[in-house]
Each structure stands twice: as C-alpha cells, then as structure tokens.
C-alpha cells in the first residue's frame, strides 16, 4: 500500500487544531490520519516552524 501524502498546509492547520484542543488522539480520529503521523508534525513544527511542511526540506537546512 502507497503510503498517504498531505498537502502542507494540511498538516499546518492539522497541528494548529491539535494544540488547540490539546489532544493528539482525537484530532488524529477526527480527520483519519494516525496519531504518530500527527505526533511527528507536531516536532517538526516545533523544530522548523511553519518551514517544517514545505516541499524542499533542503531549503530549511539551508536557512537554519
């Protein structure tokens, strides 16, 4: 099975719910995705910012 790619701003507006309701399980449940997927957005989002969803992750290397 081919596994699932999200469009970034997907994923952005996806961890912004998750802390906004402060539950990692119920957003991941909410839109069918798995919680470790959502869990690792998460940390790249703290790591990166709002760079850590763009299509070149060399470009974040680069900037930091």
């Known amino acids: 099975k ?3 790619t ?5 994923k952005f507006s996806i961890v ?3 802390y906004i309701k402060g ?3 119920e957003v991941a449940r ?3 995705i798995s919680p470790g ?5 998460r940390k790249e989002f703290i790591m990166y910012g709002y760079m850590a969803f763009e ?3 060399s470009k974040i290397e680069k900037d930091f």
């Open 6 to 10: 999200y469009a970034s701003d997907f």
């Open 30 to 32: 909410r839109h069918k």
């Open 55 to 57: 299509k070149n992750p």
């Open 23 to 25: 539950n990692i399980s």
């Open 37 to 41: 997927s959502l869990s690792l957005w």
């Open 16 to 18: 912004l719910e998750c």
């Open 2 to 4: 081919k596994p699932n």
